[in-house]
């Protein structure tokens, strides 16, 4: 292995678990929060960030120039699609009625949800 491929894996290893990480936060955040509007906000998360993270990686590992342009079209496809997706679920529960369970402006609520 020369030098160029053991950085090429070292930063091909280090962006799929940092997309990895970030994909085990949102999933938690998907079991933890309350209501679709919470929840949508762990799933932009994941959209967003773990998927072209993990894409990123893979891309750079592959090394072939095909399995590269893929991997990068799918990343950056996840990173402008997935947020605008999940925004028009939101906007979709709200029309059907959906509703925050507490309003996020009430200056009494001080309770912590864990």
Do not use: K, Y
Not at 28 to 52: C, K, N, Q, T, Y
Request: charged share 15%; proline share 4%.
């Amino acid at each position: 292995m020369t030098g160029l491929e053991i950085l090429r894996f070292g930063v091909g290893g280090a962006l799929a678990l940092a997309g990895c990480v970030v994909a085990l936060i949102a999933a938690i955040a998907l079991m933890r929060f309350r209501d679709v509007f919470d929840r949508i906000h762990g799933a932009a998360l994941m959209s967003a960030l773990a998927a072209p993270l993990l894409c990123g990686g893979l891309a750079l590992v592959a090394w072939d120039g095909a399995m590269t342009l893929r991997l990068g079209l799918l990343g950056g496809v996840c990173a402008v699609l997935g947020p605008a997706a999940l925004h028009w679920l939101a906007a979709g529960a709200h029309s059907a009625g959906a509703a925050p369970e507490r309003a996020a402006t009430d200056p009494d609520d001080t309770e912590l949800v864990l």
